[in-house]
């Protein structure tokens, strides 16, 4: 029996006992992931696995239900049924329907055929370079790859029918830099769909790099002063948008850009926008977790706010189109409001200036590589407190590093005061951005 005959069999047995509307998501995974110390492994786990989920609608009412055997097809539906009669009605419930498909090249056959001896030779490489970079390097606490290869199905009984492979492939890395007694630690990623796009050798080298820049590192005197936030720091604090801009936190209360369409938010300088099908980026997929199209949506345009994420239920609230933004967290959960992929550009060339340049142009500046605790905002407020590292930027040049600084104040107000973008986008996962140069900022020590 093929994935999709036992999807068919599933949403015809649930609609036979009951179900107004039924659908069926499956995943069906091959996952390699290799760790190795001083260039000998220290971990490798392959695994297998199928997962599926019911999830049914009776009488506005949801039941829910999943397993990974095969076998159990009559307890899932029966499950899912009887759940739904403990539940109260919901007037937003519904499943969706086809809409236009679009396509995204997100599979490599060589991550989803790679053997463990090229994968294992690829994350000695990792370290190695990590080691390679300068004799300073003395420990490395994890140099990890992984290797994936997904296969997603989801059908309901409004006419969705999707199916779909995709691969993955990351590797990261975290060392440690010592000089007598000073010892700084230094982390990078490197993720794609495409095994071509990930260099194993440059985020070895990356990380010590930035675990060598920290060394010497001392307290600066508290003070307001530019901040140059490089562009992993920059990722981990437009994450904060992700969770500002879902529907689902909008709804519940827990946004600060509720009822804030229309209104200029943030710098007019640079757009935010949510992608995907962006070519082998992590986040992108034909479709979402509920078989509607994805597609590119700016959702701050010119510092304007446009818009929200969207999954069906939340859109149905709200009267508006699901922008395919469902989400499962796994296949045993029901989908919720995500994003693909997220990213922050400039809105013209007139604002983008090569890194170099922005060390140049400023006089006295925090150029951040590492921060602790962003994913602490409040999401309400809005509010922000975080320990930061880095280099004190005088008069254009380096002038030596920072440790045990922390940087305040209000997401919106921060990401207001955008002065300049870099021309380094990078991807981290499903978030990317580019160095972004922020104006006077309240620093202290």
């Given amino acids: 029996m093929s994935e999709k005959e036992f999807a068919e069999i599933i949403i015809n047995r649930a609609l036979i ?31 297998h696995g199928i997962g599926y989920s019911l999830r049914i609608l009776k009488g506005k009412k949801l039941g829910f239900s999943y397993s990974t055997d095969r076998s159990e097809i009559e307890s899932v539906v029966d499950k899912a049924i009887e759940a739904a009669k403990c539940v109260d009605a919901d007037e937003y419930l519904e499943l969706p329907t086809p809409n236009e498909e679009t396509k995204v090249e997100i599979f490599d056959p060589k991550i989803g055929l790679i053997k463990d001896e090229e994968a294992i030779k690829r994350v000695l490489i990792l370290e190695k370079s990590a080691y390679d ?45 010592e000089n007598g007694n000073d010892k700084q630690m230094g982390w990078y990623f490197s993720g794609s769909r495409f095994l071509s796009e990930v260099s194993f050798e440059n985020v070895g080298r990356e990380a010590s790099r930035r675990a060598l820049q920290l060394l010497g590192s001392k307290r600066m005197n508290p003070q307001k002063a530019k901040i140059l936030l490089d562009s992993l720091i920059s990722t981990e604090f437009l994450g904060i948008f992700a969770s500002l801009l879902s529907s689902e936190n909008v709804q519940k209360g827990k946004s600060l850009l509720i009822n804030k369409l229309g209104k200029t938010v943030i710098s007019p300088k640079v757009n935010i926008i949510d992608n995907g099908i962006l070519q082998g980026k992590i986040g992108s997929s034909p479709v979402d977790d509920e078989g509607v199209s994805c597609k590119e949506k700016t959702l701050i345009k010119e510092g304007v706010l446009l818009g929200y994420l969207y999954n069906t239920y939340t859109a149905r609230k709200d009267g508006v189109s ?52 962003v994913h602490t905002a409040n999401p309400v407020s809005g509010e922000f407190s975080v320990g930061v590292s880095g280099i004190w930027i005088e008069n254009g040049e380096v002038a030596f590093p920072v440790n045990e600084a922390v940087i305040s104040g209000n997401i919106l107000s921060f990401f207001g005061n955008i002065e300049a973008v870099g021309d380094d986008l990078r991807f981290f996962g499903n978030i990317g951005s580019p160095s972004i140069l922020f104006g006077p900022t309240d620093i202290s020590a």
């Fill in 17 to 47: 006992k009951g179900a107004d509307e039924a659908e069926i998501y499956i995943k069906l995974s091959k996952n390699l992931s290799i760790e190795v110390k001083d260039q000998k492994i220290d971990a490798i786990e392959s695994s």
């Fill in 322 to 373: 699901s922008t395919g933004n469902a989400v499962r967290r796994r296949f045993s959960c029901l989908p919720s409001v995500g994003i693909s992929n997220m990213y922050i550009e400039a809105v013209s060339k007139d604002y983008i200036i090569p890194l170099e340049d922005i060390f140049k142009s400023v006089d006295r500046c925090l150029y951040v590589t590492e921060a602790m605790g």
């Fill in 133 to 177: 970079e300068d004799s300073r390097i003395k420990n490395i606490r994890k140099a990890r790859g992984s290797f994936s290869k997904t296969e997603v199905i989801i059908k309901n009984s409004n006419g969705i029918d999707n199916q779909y492979l995709a691969t993955t492939c990351t590797a990261q890395i975290m060392v440690m830099a």
